[in-house]
C-alpha cells in the first residue's frame, strides 16, 4: 500500500521561509513525478510544482522564484522550500506521486499572516 507522509507545515509570517518533506512508501515501480498541491480556502486545488526522475522541475507562475522543489530518488522523498511566503500562500500543502498511478498524500497546513 502506497503511503506519503508530509511534514514541516506550520504557522509562518509574511516574508517567512518554511520547507516541507514527504516520503513515500510502499511503491512498487518507479516514481516517474513527484510534486506539491495545495487548496486555499474556498479555492479549487492547484498544482503548485512538479519535479521528474530526470530533474525537469515546472512551477506555477504564482511561486516561480519563491519556491523550489527537490526529491531524493534514494529515499522516495521531496521537497518543498517555500521563501518570501504571502498570505496568499497559505493552503493545505499535499504531497503527489505519479508511480504507474496517481497517489496523494493527506496534506499539511501552512497559514501565512500578514
Known amino acids: 500500500q502506497v503511503q506519503l507522509v508530509e511534514s514541516g507545515g506550520g504557522q509562518v509570517q509574511r516574508g517567512g521561509s518554511l520547507t516541507l518533506s514527504c516520503v513515500a512508501s510502499?511503491?512498487?515501480?518507479?516514481?516517474?513525478?513527484m510534486g506539491w498541491d495545495r487548496q486555499a480556502p474556498g479555492k479549487q486545488r492547484e498544482v503548485v510544482t512538479t519535479t521528474t526522475s530526470s530533474g525537469t522541475r515546472h512551477y506555477a507562475d504564482s511561486v516561480k522564484g519563491r519556491f523550489t522543489i527537490s526529491r531524493d530518488n534514494a529515499k522516495n522523498a521531496v521537497y518543498l522550500q517555500m521563501d518570501s511566503l504571502k498570505p496568499e500562500d497559505t493552503g493545505v500543502y499535499s504531497c503527489?506521486?505519479?508511480?504507474?498511478?496517481?497517489?496523494w498524500g493527506k496534506g499539511t497546513l501552512v497559514p501565512v499572516s500578514s
Open positions: 510502499g511503491t512498487t515501480f518507479r516514481i516517474a513525478v
Open positions: 503527489y506521486i505519479f508511480s504507474r498511478e496517481s497517489y
